[in-house]
């Protein structure tokens, strides 16, 4: 089982910056599928980006302005969003599942069997 905690959600105006942090209470190097997902009030959730062992995939929303990473010894990965704008408002979360990511399905939350408590976006 692994834990996870968001962090690093705020408010920021239309073009700015924030990076979001997932911090693991295990090592989730090539051991975990790591994502984030996001869910705006009155949508569903819906996949952001995830890795597994360097490679990551993106939702068309995030291409070009998301970046996911993962720092190994701090067992945490990160969404780097810039470019940001009114339609990413949402609550952010973290989600991890064993073994490698699904790549042919890559969104399905049912992949996922481990989620943080999320952390709020608000761009204005």
């Known amino acids: 089982h692994v834990q996870l905690v968001e962090s690093g959600g705020g408010s920021v105006q239309a073009g700015g910056s924030l990076r979001l942090s997932c911090a693991a209470s295990a090592s989730t190097s090539s051991k975990y599928c790591m994502a984030w997902f996001r869910q705006a009030p009155g949508k569903e959730r819906e996949g952001v980006a995830l890795i597994y062992a360097g490679y990551t995939r993106y939702a068309y929303s995030a291409k070009g302005r998301f970046t996911i990473s993962q720092d190994n010894v701090k067992n945490t990965v990160y969404l780097q969003m810039n470019s940001l704008r009114p339609e990413d408002t949402a609550m952010y979360y973290c989600?991890?599942?064993?073994?490698?990511?699904?790549?042919?399905?890559?969104?399905?939350?049912?992949?996922?069997?481990?989620w943080g408590q999320g952390t709020q976006v608000t761009v204005s």
């Open positions: 989600a991890a599942n064993a073994g490698t990511c699904i790549w042919w399905d890559p969104w399905s939350r049912a992949n996922f069997g481990y």
